[in-house]
């Protein structure tokens, strides 16, 4: 082999190693900066009762990987600004923001973590993010999906503020995952505020309303 | 005497479990938009909140919904009884026992019977 040969090829192999995702770092760093004090990494749920999510000092991130868009996970914990309206799991108190941030190299490592915890409960490839008027009709008049969440629509924010914002969901979520949490709620949070609405939708209606949710642009 | 005394004192303690039981399942998922003391001002209810959240404190108004009533519109929404859409379907989120515990939680509101 000839030096250049042997030179190539480390070189090759030193730009597939760095380009390669920094799981176990991240999850060293996941621990490291106190982030599993709040949040658990692994699934199943396993919240029960109401006490059980009250409990919870933030969301859990298990399937992280299937909710959330990478490059909107990795700007977020470099510059966490405040999705929820008011505190995690309180109805009186605004949410005053200050979620720990990552700098540099560990935000790259910590979101390679987080994008590495995916669930099959998710099917991929099924909603394609689309501002129709029936998923708008049913977000904002069929059913009461305006009176907990805030949303955007032509340019004026308005809704409630009991659910987390979806002001910029595009960005933020898989337009697949959305789906998954309508049709298939109880896997992701067992206990939660927000109404099951499989068995009272469509699934049709289901894409729609999910399509629509997944086309909401951020500020 | 003292075994009834016992088992009055029993009976009474699970009516109280029971009773916090609706209280939390109130607050968890109906304060939002009711508010805590059951007057209608929840979180969600701003500016733009379209229609207003019954005030369950208000007897006259509480008083003409029968135990029926109230049940049909937590399972099915409001459009069970041609009221907004924004009065949520409970009926895939709680139990059966869970509603009953919430009829009893609004009666303590209004503290007053539905018509029959």
Same mark, same amino acid.
């Given at each position: 082999?000839?030096?250049?040969?042997?030179?190539?090829?480390?070189?090759?192999?030193?730009?597939?190693?760095?380009?390669?995702?920094?799981?176990?770092?991240?999850?060293?760093?996941?621990?490291?900066?106190?982030?599993?004090?709040?949040?658990?990494?692994?699934?199943?749920?396993?919240?029960?009762?109401?006490?059980?999510?009250?409990?919870?000092?933030?969301?859990?991130?298990?399937?992280?990987?299937? &909710?959330?868009?990478?490059?909107?996970?990795?700007?977020?914990?470099?510059?966490?600004? =405040?999705?929820?309206?008011?505190?995690?799991?309180?109805?009186?108190? &605004?949410?005053?923001?200050?979620?720990?941030?990552?700098?540099? @190299?560990?935000?790259?490592?910590?979101?390679?973590?987080?994008?590495?915890?995916?669930?099959? @409960?998710?099917?991929?490839?099924?909603?394609?993010? &689309?501002?129709? =008027?029936?998923?708008?009709?049913?977000?904002?008049?069929?059913?009461?999906?305006?009176?907990?969440?805030?949303?955007?629509?032509?340019?004026?924010?308005?809704?409630?503020?009991?659910? =987390?914002?979806?002001?910029? @969901?595009?960005?933020?979520?898989?337009?697949?995952?959305?789906?998954?949490?309508?049709?298939?709620?109880?896997?992701?949070?067992?206990?939660?505020?927000?109404?099951?609405?499989?068995?009272?939708?469509?699934? &049709?209606?289901?894409?729609?309303?999910?399509?629509?949710?997944?086309?909401?642009?951020?500020? | 005497?003292?075994?009834?005394?016992?088992?009055?004192?029993?009976?009474?303690?699970?009516?109280?479990?029971?009773?916090?039981?609706?209280?939390?399942?109130?607050?968890?998922?109906?304060?939002?938009?009711?508010?805590?003391?059951?007057?209608?001002?929840?979180?969600?209810?701003?500016?733009?909140?379209?229609?207003? *959240?019954?005030?369950?404190?208000?007897?006259?108004?509480?008083?003409?919904?029968?135990?029926?009533?109230?049940?049909?519109?937590?399972?099915?929404?409001?459009?069970?009884?041609?009221?907004?859409?924004?009065? *949520? *379907?409970?009926?895939?989120?709680?139990?059966?026992?869970?509603?009953?515990?919430?009829?009893?939680?609004?009666?303590?509101?209004?503290?007053?019977?539905?018509?029959?």
């Amino acid at each position: 082999m000839r030096y250049w040969q042997v030179g190539l090829s480390l070189a090759m192999a030193l730009w597939c190693t760095s380009a390669l995702p920094d799981v176990a770092s991240g999850k060293a760093a996941f621990e490291g900066q106190g982030c599993t004090g709040c949040h658990y990494t692994e699934g199943p749920a396993r919240e029960k009762t109401i006490e059980d999510q009250l409990a919870k000092a933030g969301p859990e991130l298990w399937y992280a990987g299937s &909710k959330f868009n990478r490059p909107w996970l990795e700007a977020w914990l470099t510059d966490p600004k =405040p999705i929820r309206l008011l505190k995690y799991n309180s109805l009186d108190e &605004k949410n005053a923001g200050g979620h720990p941030t990552l700098v540099g @190299a560990d935000a790259t490592a910590v979101t390679d973590f987080l994008m590495s915890l995916t669930t099959d @409960a998710v099917t991929a490839g099924v909603i394609k993010p &689309k501002s129709h =008027p029936k998923g708008k009709l049913i977000f904002k008049k069929k059913m009461p999906c305006s009176g907990c969440h805030q949303y955007e629509d032509r340019k004026k924010v308005s809704g409630g503020l009991s659910g =987390p914002s979806l002001v910029g @969901a595009g960005a933020r979520l898989n337009p697949d995952w959305i789906y998954a949490y309508l049709s298939n709620p109880t896997v992701f949070k067992p206990v939660r505020m927000m109404p099951v609405f499989a068995g009272l939708m469509s699934p &049709k209606d289901m894409e729609f309303v999910s399509a629509y949710v997944a086309s909401f642009k951020g500020e | 005497m003292v075994r009834v005394f016992m088992l009055f004192f029993a009976l009474s303690l699970v009516t109280d479990a029971i009773a916090s039981d609706s209280e939390t399942t109130y607050k968890f998922y109906c304060a939002q938009c009711h508010g805590v003391n059951g007057d209608g001002t929840g979180p969600n209810v701003t500016a733009d909140f379209a229609t207003d *959240p019954r005030n369950f404190t208000k007897k006259e108004d509480m008083a003409k919904l029968s135990d029926a009533d109230i049940r049909s519109v937590i399972l099915d929404g409001g459009p069970a009884l041609s009221k907004s859409a924004l009065m *949520p *379907p409970w009926s895939k989120t709680l139990t059966s026992e869970e509603v009953d515990g919430l009829v009893q939680v609004l009666r303590g509101f209004c503290n007053c019977q539905g018509a029959p």
